[in-house]
């Protein structure tokens, strides 16, 4: 599992542009759902993962090897591969993510299932943070003699106190005269890459900003919410609302192995969509020790 998260880690490296534009006072309480844009690729390597981890599965239990599971695109397609579920309500924040892989049912003659891995993170001012996951490793298939981890949550001081949110939190940054573009399913986002073009513009040898309104073609941008609100973090950091990901520049020569050794994530988690976006609405029940316990205790295996 460590090397499946090492290697979305290394495409993921990139972290939103820290910045604001809104004061705290005037902070929009926010539910954002994002989910995988689905690609040929990050089918493909969904396929070639399920099929190490059934040919694994049959040399373990001394079967004959079966070829690669039946698994179409249209049946890979229905799946929801990654889902970030955020919420954000003054200095306070919470992200709950999902994440699927297949795996090999050592019970049921190797065929492939769901394994569902959830990980959450609540941070409560600058403070406090809450993290969490349902524990379960993917090579608990192959080392049955390994039990699975528990699902636990904790709890640690990253921060001052809450104050320091406050005090700490940066100037705003004009976006005045740079283009957004649609989130897809709310409001408009403005693309990281040209904020940060805005930010360099004056410094010699700038280069001109690439045309359009949309995503980088150089690399992994991220689309943030266009008034740019900006939340509490841990060490008085900002965090801010991302809407859109999406991996862009020349696909790696090693993309298909990275895409088989991740299960299709190195490719899932830098191509995302907004799913749902609320702003307003009832405070949301999601930022204590209970809910989080509750996600990471959800049910671990589905049908595939």
């Known amino acids: 599992m460590k090397s499946t998260r090492l290697a979305v880690a290394l495409l993921l490296a990139g972290a939103p542009l820290l910045a604001c534009a809104q004061a705290p006072d005037a902070l929009p309480r926010l539910h954002v759902l994002r989910v ?3 690609s040929p690729a990050a089918l493909a390597g969904a396929r070639l ?3 190490v981890q059934v040919e694994g599965c049959r040399a373990a239990m ?6 690669e599971p039946a698994l179409p695109d249209a049946a890979l397609a229905k799946v929801v591969w990654f889902q970030d579920e955020s ?9 709950y993510v999902t994440r699927r892989y297949i795996l090999a049912d050592r019970s049921s003659s190797c065929a492939p299932y769901l394994l569902v891995q959830r990980d959450v993170t609540i941070l409560d001012g600058c403070g406090t943070r809450l993290s969490g996951g349902s524990g379960n490793d ?12 528990s699902p636990e949550v904790r709890s640690e001081s990253v921060g001052r106190g809450g104050d320091s949110c406050v005090r700490k939190r940066r100037k705003p940054l004009s976006t005045a005269g740079l283009p957004t573009d649609s989130s897809g399913n709310g409001p408009a986002c403005i693309w990281q890459s040209r904020l940060l073009g805005a930010m360099l513009a004056d410094l010699p ?16 941008d991220f689309c943030l919410l266009a008034t740019l609100p900006y939340y509490a973090s841990a060490h008085a950091k900002e965090q801010m609302v991302v809407l859109r990901t999406h991996a862009g520049g020349t696909a790696p020569a090693n993309e298909s192995a990275l895409a088989a ?4 994530h190195s490719v899932f988690e830098a191509d995302t969509r907004l799913q749902s976006f609320e702003s307003g609405g009832a405070p949301q029940p999601r930022f204590d020790k209970a809910a989080a316990d509750a996600f990471v205790r959800l049910p671990q295996r589905e049908s595939l």
Do not use: I, Y
């Not at 919420?87 to 924040?93: A, L």
């Not at 900003?209 to 949309?214: F, L």
């Open 36 to 38: 995988n844009e689905t």
């Open 49 to 51: 993962f399920a099929g």
């Open 62 to 67: 001394g079967m004959p090897a079966g070829g």
């Open 138 to 149: 993917l090579n608990v298939n192959q080392m049955p003699e390994a039990p699975p981890w």
């Open 87 to 95: 919420f954000f309500d003054g200095d306070r924040s919470a992200s």
């Open 205 to 220: 040898n700038a280069r001109p900003p690439e045309p359009g309104s949309g995503p980088s073609a150089k690399g992994l």
């Open 261 to 264: 050794a991740s299960g299709g």
